[in-house]
């Protein structure tokens, strides 16, 4: 079959439209028998044919309009990352105990310790310093934490919302050293007093080259030397002194025992003393000068005292705060007076008195030696 308009031949006559120009072919003769199978390769007369897109590519009348105006802005085009060369992250090469520690930091390392101190001193197996300390050991280790993630540049949704306010070195610094204080506090045969031995540690240990050591640390204010000079020492044995004697009995062994003794009465009516359960702990005394009120605020003010005598002299102070050592010298005869007669005479309060005594020698003599001469 030949097509009217191109002159085309057709070999399969079922076409309605002829494969070169497209025009319609010519109906078949009454009768001619309709020929189906493989049509063979199209010879074509050179005149090629305008190519028509699919429906779905040619864009609708909204899309043309809006690409015409002055304000269209192209949708950015879809980037694929199939670059080999990107760089990667950088390996870590520190310390083999610290890979796989958030931030690589001892301090994260060392609150993860603490915590699990904390956590477990809430069973009944395990020492602890009290809910009190407890609740401003974990609020304070969250701050602390926050500033390793943001030193390191890492972020985290546990600890992203602290404020910048609460990111000051002074913050990681005066926490190390309650919890070194604390730990002084659990010193004693145990599992949770190698725990607070080892957080405290690590703590300390990185915020003293953190804060202290480097270049612009606190060591251009502090200098531990000072404590060594002069009569200072006998401020510094007399606060060793003082905590020697927290480890100490402060209640009398016969009200101790008259305490647990069971009253009297018939037999029948008398209750037996229940088995004392095992403890994985060996904690102090229940007698010691650690168990009485105020004793670690008692520590932490006087290591206070020490701090404020080893600062350098050249550095600007307040002219109130050379009379607070004595301040809190007189706080700790308050207390110390009030434990023995309230509970007795014991040798804790005694050594208590004497190393007090020794820091009074020393702060009074700070406090009017640098006194303004009066004109």
Known sequence: MECKECGEVARDNTLRYCENCGAK????????????????????????????????????????EQSQSPHFVAPPARE????????????YDGPAWLAHVPAHSPTVLGLGVLALAVFLSFLPFFAGVGPLWSVVVIAGG????????????????????????????????????????????????????????????????????????????WHRF?????LVRGVTPVALAGVALCLLSLFLAWVPTQRAASRAAPRAGPSELRVEESPV???????????AGWDQPMAVTLELLLLAVLGLMALHPEVPRPDWLRFAPLGVVGLGFVWTL??????????????????????????????????????
């Open 25 to 64: 072919m010519p109906a078949l003769p009454p009768g001619t028998a309709r020929r189906t199978g493989a049509r063979p390769a199209i010879t074509t007369t050179g005149r090629s044919r305008p190519f028509v897109p699919a429906k779905d590519a040619l864009p609708d009348d909204d899309t043309q």
């Open 277 to 287: 359960p095992a403890t994985y702990d060996f904690d102090l005394p229940s007698n």
């Open 338 to 375: 009030f434990c023995l007669f309230t509970l007795g005479f014991t040798v804790g309060p005694v050594l208590f008195l004497v190393g007090l005594v020794a820091v009074s020698v020393v702060s009074g003599r700070e406090a009017f030696a640098r006194a303004p001469a009066l004109e």
């Open 222 to 226: 502090f200098e531990p030397r000072q």
């Open 142 to 217: 969250w701050c602390v934490a926050a500033r390793e993630w943001r030193e390191a540049g890492l972020r985290h949704p546990l600890v992203d919302w602290v404020p910048e306010q609460l990111l000051h070195p002074a913050v990681p610094a005066l926490y190390a050293v309650l919890v070194a204080a604390l730990a002084l506090r659990m010193v004693s045969l145990g599992f949770t007093p190698l725990l607070w031995l080892a957080g405290a540690g690590l703590v300390g240990y990185d915020q003293y080259r953190k804060v202290y050591a480097n270049e612009h640390g």
């Open 80 to 91: 694929e990352h199939t670059d080999p060369g990107l760089p990667a992250a950088p390996a």
